[in-house]
């Protein structure tokens, strides 16, 4: 076709609607619903699938199990509406760090691209001078992703309990009025993002001071307080630079960041060798090999992006210390003192702690029930001496489908329906579950593993179902009997 016969793209977002309605009716979306209903014994109604979390990994899963057919779903975000997820929570970044062509959750649908939904507002020109997707932008196209999808989330809930019943999981939620609910599921999705099984890494240190005085990076921080304070911000990843900027562009006085590692790293490792090759070879290496790989990622560190290291060096009364980890920190008054190891003293009002996340499960008030009986790395592979990481060995080790498994076989079936499509699936089954480039292809992996296993779950029902299908292909009316008589 040429280029003066090709149809025009769509020049609005009700343009880019109608092409992607379209499109997904040419993919037979929606497919029919093929579960049979679920009921107890006691005659209580189980869901099918549970989804906590509404982010970027909640809204794609639910996106896949639609595709496959599975409608009976409800999803759960604890944020109000509008803003699931971190980022315009505690991320702080100008942009986002990946390239701005990458899928994201558009689960191969060219229309349900950022790409698609940015030109169709702004044009093509805007998309060619674009370098970084905005922040907020991302925010704002993954609503209208929720919206055009017609996911329905149930936002304000809070996820306060999952405890196993048989292999169904029964959750119990709290909403933001105080109202409270109970139901059982078959599956249950935690998609709850970067700190979704864990908590957020504090130095004890830290902990210890009074709270007015220091803040971990994924807090709600009054930035605008800190006009003409001194901060310290420990830490010298992507997070440091964030909070620090900000901290410097509403007028702290000074701002310190403190760095355990000698220089500041510069190579992002896992990008030297990401490829379709990785993404879909990753779950399939040896323990060994993924453990290693991870080990030495962790080890080399992600330096933070170009342009948000210079968002904050660009001002003068912002100091970079390195060999810097932190040997006390005391207060006195409001005043904060803090020691390095190697000697250096710093006055502070203000401390952030850029100190990231653990994985913790044990943290994880509503899975206090199911917590003992959770496999981690630690249960089922012991990695060498000089590999030695308690990190890595508190992830959980998953099964097909982003599964959790028992510590020991048989004490908890249920745990086999409990998914964790977030990031402390990345040691299991690699970056698909958290990050921009590769989600579709983990949500494409979790649904049809979740497909597969309602449907080997319900085989008698189905065998039954095809026992009894009797439409037929044929009346009778299109064949004559070689012998004489009439069709059959």
């Known amino acids: 076709m040429s280029d003066a016969t090709a149809p025009l793209p769509p020049a609005s977002l009700s343009e880019l609607e109608a092409q992607l309605a379209r499109e997904l009716s040419l993919l ?35 996106f896949s199990l639609k595709r496959l057919g599975i409608d009976d779903l409800r999803i759960f975000d604890q944020a109000p509406c509008g803003k699931a997820g971190p980022w315009i929570d505690y991320a ?17 649908i060219p229309a349900l691209t950022f790409q698609a939904w940015f030109r169709a507002q702004f044009g093509d020109d805007a998309w060619q001078a674009l370098e970084k997707i905005p922040r907020p932008q991302w925010q704002q196209y993954l609503e209208w992703y929720r919206q055009v ?32 609910e109970q139901l059982l599921a078959r599956k249950v999705v935690f998609a709850t993002g970067r700190d979704g099984l864990g908590t957020p890494s504090i130095p004890e240190c830290i902990a210890q001071l009074d709270r007015r ?69 990753f779950p399939r290496l040896s323990a060994a090999w993924r453990w ?34 932190l040997a006390s920190v005391t207060q006195q008054g409001d005043r904060i003192h803090l020691e390095t190891v190697n000697g250096q003293r710093f006055e502070a009002d203000y401390v952030i702690a850029a100190t990231g996340f653990n994985v913790d499960i044990a943290a994880r008030a509503e899975l206090t029930d199911l917590e003992p009986s959770i496999a981690r790395w630690r249960d089922r592979y012991t990695p060498p001496a000089e ?9 959980p080790w998953l099964g097909d489908g982003f599964a959790m498994t028992e510590r020991h076989p048989g004490e908890c079936p249920a745990l086999g ?72």
């Open 28 to 62: 037979n979306f929606p497919p029919a619903a093929w579960l049979p209903e679920y009921v107890t014994s006691a005659g209580e109604r189980v869901l099918s699938v549970a989804i906590v979390g509404a982010g970027q990994c909640g809204l794609a899963a639910a």
């Open 92 to 108: 702080r970044m100008e942009t986002l760090r990946s390239p701005k062509h990458l899928l994201g959750p558009a689960c191969d």
């Open 149 to 180: 999808l017609k996911l329905e989330v149930e936002f304000d809930t809070r996820i306060t309990r999952v405890a196993a019943e048989g292999e169904l999981l029964r959750l119990t939620l709290e909403r933001s009025d105080g109202h409270r």
């Open 213 to 281: 005085y220091w803040a971990h990076s994924a807090d709600a921080i009054d930035f605008a307080a800190l006009k003409g304070k001194r901060v310290v911000v420990v830490g010298m990843g992507s997070a440091a630079m964030d909070n620090a900027a900000e901290a410097l562009e509403h007028g702290a006085a000074e701002v310190r960041l403190l760095a355990r590692r000698p220089s500041m790293p510069t190579i992002n490792k896992l990008m030297g060798i990401g490829s379709p090759g990785f993404t879909h070879g």
């Open 292 to 325: 290693r790989i991870m080990y030495y990622s962790a080890a080399t560190q992600t330096p933070p992006p170009h342009g948000s290291t210079l968002r904050v060096s660009r001002h003068d009364n912002a100091y970079f210390y390195f060999n810097a980890g």
């Open 387 to 395: 590999l030695e990481s308690a990190g890595l060995g508190a992830f």
């Open 417 to 488: 329906n409990l998914h964790a499509f977030n990031y402390a699936a990345s040691l299991s089954l690699g970056k698909v579950s958290g990050d921009i480039p590769a989600v579709s292809i983990g949500a494409q992996w979790l649904a049809q593993a979740i497909a597969g296993q309602l449907y080997g779950a319900d085989i008698d029902n189905h065998w039954q179902a095809l026992l009894d299908f009797s439409k037929p292909e044929l009346d009778g009316s299109e064949w004559r009997d070689a012998d004489g008589g009439e069709g059959a």
